[in-house]
T-cell receptor, first 114, second 113 residues
């Protein structure tokens, strides 16, 4: 079945450090890929997405590139801020008969210190 | 344009009671999805509904759980005879079609005593 695997956390960084959160997936067909962010006590907000191979999603300084050959969608940011502290979820929509259903990774907790 | 609305935000029930969780999708969205987030875990898909129809309920427990999305009014996730293991955050999402981005509500945090 479809699945998403994220690097285990928590991840702790100092402000202005470089961030990478790894995400790999297993899916039949050609899924769409997403990164969502969840701040404490809130729901999920879409951070960025990519719908086909080699697409790069970007938003608020975050980037991720859809790599079909390595089935990966790693999240990166060049310089993190304290306000980026949150839980980050990688997800896929496999399409086909699974249209509408998002499959999530387990989430990665990011803490950024001043 | 208001976002996805869920109520209540927090719900406390005793074992054996019923829990009713409501979700109002964004304006113009006719597709609704329910997910459950257990403590320290990611979100798990439960059910996907379109107006008056259940499209995919492959993630719903076979007993005690039901969902509806009537022609008028919010979508309802109903849990009968709650048990402690039902304690979780329940998130609703909506989209204008099944291929579009899903937008999430703030969630309902259910605590079963």
């Amino acid at each position: 079945g479809d699945s998403v695997t994220q690097m285990e956390g928590p991840v702790t960084l100092s402000e202005e450090a470089f961030l990478t959160i790894n995400c790999t997936y297993t899916a039949t067909g050609y899924p769409s890929l997403f990164w969502y962010v969840q701040y404490p006590g809130e729901g999920l907000q879409l951070l960025l997405k990519a719908t086909k191979a080699d697409d790069k999603g970007s938003n608020k300084g975050f980037e991720a590139t859809y790599r079909k050959e390595t089935t990966s969608f790693h999240l990166e940011k060049g310089s993190v801020q304290v306000s980026d502290s949150a839980v980050y979820f990688c997800a896929l929509n496999a399409g086909g008969t699974s249209y509408g259903k998002l499959t999530f990774g387990q989430g990665t907790i990011l803490t950024v210190h001043p | 344009n208001a976002g996805v609305m869920q109520n209540p935000r927090h719900l406390v029930r005793r074992r054996g009671q019923e829990a009713r969780l409501r979700c109002s999708p964004m304006k113009g969205h006719s597709h609704v999805y329910w997910y459950r987030q257990l403590p320290e875990e990611g979100l798990k898909f439960m059910v996907y509904l379109q107006k008056e129809n259940i499209i995919d309920e492959s993630g719903m427990p076979k007993e005690r759980f039901s969902a509806e999305f009537p022609k008028e009014g919010p979508s309802i996730l109903r849990i009968q005879q709650v048990v402690r293991g039902d304690s979780a955050a329940y998130f609703c999402a909506s989209s204008p079609s099944n291929t579009d981005t899903q937008y999430f509500g703030p969630g309902t945090r259910l605590t079963v005593l």
